[in-house]
């Protein structure tokens, strides 16, 4: 079956634009999460996904940050005016939902933002 | 809090040799580990993982790893390496009610030379 995927695979911006990018989880998934990974560093947690509600935010760093999940399946990520420093391959990964249990996550292949 | 330190950014290594690749944690509550590997151009693939059980962990592609709660470390081993390995490698830890909350080292760039 499909992995997950993302869109786009490069987004090149201006400072101060808005994005969007998009991660489709494999299907059945119910957890999804972003991961931030600058260069040089390994993925940074965002935010956590179970359903269509966000579980955890504790990630996110500002509020020019925000995500959604509408219906439980798609997901976007949504950057406001934004930065240089949010150059970064943003990482989407999503896992079954298992009572009591870890659950392994799949990740996509990334979406290479660049804010010029 | 929970934090990894890989202790080498990059490890450069000839074909058939053996490699280890060093990993370290910090946590205040019991963990489970990962390793992961990113080859050029796509996301991360799950290499192996310790929940409980055996510190003995076989994983895919031949390599393996060791938990060792005394010296909080989980190296990644595999005793004869192919070209294609040649990858970023990525040490992770998630632990206690958070558990889906992955926090990944800096990775270790093992580059196989013929």
Redesign the interface.
Known sequence: GAGVSQTPSNKVTEKGKYVELRCDPISGHTALYWYRQSLGQGPEFLIYFQGTGAADDSGLPNDRFFAVRPEGSVSTLKIQRTERGDSAMYLCASSVSLAGGLNEQFFGPGTRLTVL | AQS?TQLDSQVPVFEEAPVELRCNYSSSVSV?LFW?VQYP??????LL?Y?SGSTLVKGINGFEAEFNKSQTSFHLRKPSVHISDTAEY?C?V?SGG??????????TLLTVNP
Request: net charge positive; proline share 0%; glycine share 12%.
């Open positions: 990894v489970y992961y151009n796509q996301g991360l693939q799950l993982k929940l990525f992770a998630s958070s558990n889906y909350k992955l926090t990944f080292g800096k990775g």
